[in-house]
């Protein structure tokens, strides 16, 4: 079970970001799919959820408006589009494979994780 990240990197405040994660299809595409961040000295927050389909999306307040989840089960992928990036979105952000086909919030909900890729917004 492998789950992969990338697409981190440093921009300025106000620029954009698209997130990728990749996974083995046989834990992604009958699976919910979360993004996840850590900030230095702080707990792993839920930023975005997708259902196993994309019929059904989940975000963390501060992002909506800003973030987009989608995903592409014939490629095995989810992205994260991120736009209007504030300093505070400065993470390690982590894709996660949930326990169900729905959408969730809760890491008690996911059990595959893959490697986090660092997001830094610099003002």
């Known amino acids: 079970v492998q789950l992969q990240a990338s697409g981190g990197g440093s921009v300025q405040a106000g620029g954009s970001l698209r997130l990728s994660c990749v996974a083995s299809r046989r834990t992604f595409t009958n699976n919910g799919v979360g993004w996840f961040r850590q900030a230095p000295g702080k707990e792993r927050e839920f930023v975005a959820g997708?259902?196993?389909?994309?019929?059904?999306?989940l975000y963390k307040e501060s992002v909506k408006g800003r973030f987009t989840i989608s995903r592409d089960n014939g490629k095995s992928m989810v992205y994260l589009q991120m736009n209007s990036l504030k300093s505070e979105d400065t993470a390690v952000y982590y894709c996660a494979a949930a326990r169900t086909a729905a959408v969730a919030n809760q890491k008690a909900s996911y059990n595959y994780w893959g490697q986090g890729t660092l997001v830094t917004v610099s003002s």
């Open positions: 997708i259902s196993w389909n994309g019929g059904s999306t």
